[in-house]
């Protein structure tokens, strides 16, 4: 609904409804990606970055108390059918935007993020993978480090890439980077 909305109301927001991006971290890592992995009409987005996501949620009842604990509070029914059903990981597609995965390579969520990786690489659906090496989770925990600050640069470079905007409709557009 909120896609949609947005969408319906692109003029007010000064912003092309073609070309909608998704941006999420960590939890809203995983609901961007899900959003992503479903088919939807008029809520389809052209660009997908997400920093850190829980990409599959099964992982995390065979860990410890405290992580089941946090599944419980999430889903009512925490059945192995209903965590793959919102976790990325099973529901990706070929078809799905294109999207970009940001991810610390010291942030417990790595090794998540690299199956994801190779999973989206499998059904062939488009996607960059950038690595901030020795990075924790949690962009806060980036700032004040010159040799992690380079994923701006690549994250803008990507946005305007995949959503086709050059540098002088960037610059005159205020809904665009």
Known sequence: AAI???????????????????LGESASGQLVAQVASEL?????????????????FTKWADRSESERAALRRLFSDWRRETLQRYSPQFSSRPGQPPMLLIQGTKDE????????????KEIGAPFKLILLEGAPHGMENWEGHAEW?????????????????????????????
């Open 149 to 177: 600050a380079f994923y701006k640069q690549k994250l803008v470079e990507w946005l305007r890439a995949t959503l086709r905007v050059h540098q002088s409709a960037a610059s005159t557009s205020p809904g665009l980077c």
């Open 40 to 56: 939807c009409t008029g809520c389809d987005v052209q660009a997908v970055v997400s920093f850190y996501g829980v990409y599959d």
């Open 4 to 22: 949609r909305y947005v969408r319906a109301h692109a003029d007010r927001f000064h912003i092309d409804p073609n070309r909608i991006a998704l």
């Open 109 to 120: 969520l790595f090794g998540g993020t690299m199956d994801y990786a190779r999973k989206l």
